[in-house]
């Protein structure tokens, strides 16, 4: 079993940057991809970035070319850099990961709030 534990949200002015952190323990060899996703009021779930165990990042369109995922070499932890930030923005964010040889994002942290403001 993964556990996952986000950090680091907070309340930003537009144009501002954060720094998003998920720690991951557990069976952390187990991960195949990670995640972010983000959820505001009223609003469905949307992934935002992923990462996969070779490297390779996507990224939703709302986001590219603002916002950055990275890990470190051990997958213990996993950062979303998020530059230039909108009010639109504004949401609940989630580490989330692929495990095992499941193809669904089984395992979740508990979500961090980011605010924008205007």
């Known amino acids: 079993q993964v556990q996952l534990v986000e950090s680091g949200g907070g309340l930003v002015q537009a144009g501002g940057s954060l720094r998003l952190s998920c720690a991951a323990s557990?069976?952390?060899?187990?991960?195949?991809?990670r995640g972010w996703y983000r959820q505001a009021p009223g609003k469905q779930r949307e992934l935002v970035a992923t990462i996969t165990t070779g490297g390779s990042t996507s990224y939703a369109d709302s986001v590219k070319g603002r916002f950055t995922i990275s890990r470190d070499n051990a997958w213990n932890v996993m950062y979303l850099q998020m530059n230039s930030l909108k009010p639109e923005d504004t949401a609940v964010y989630y580490c989330s990961a692929v495990t095992g040889k499941g193809t669904t994002w089984d395992s979740w942290g508990q979500g961090t709030q980011v605010t924008v403001s205007s």
């Open positions: 557990g069976n952390i060899f187990s991960i195949n991809a």
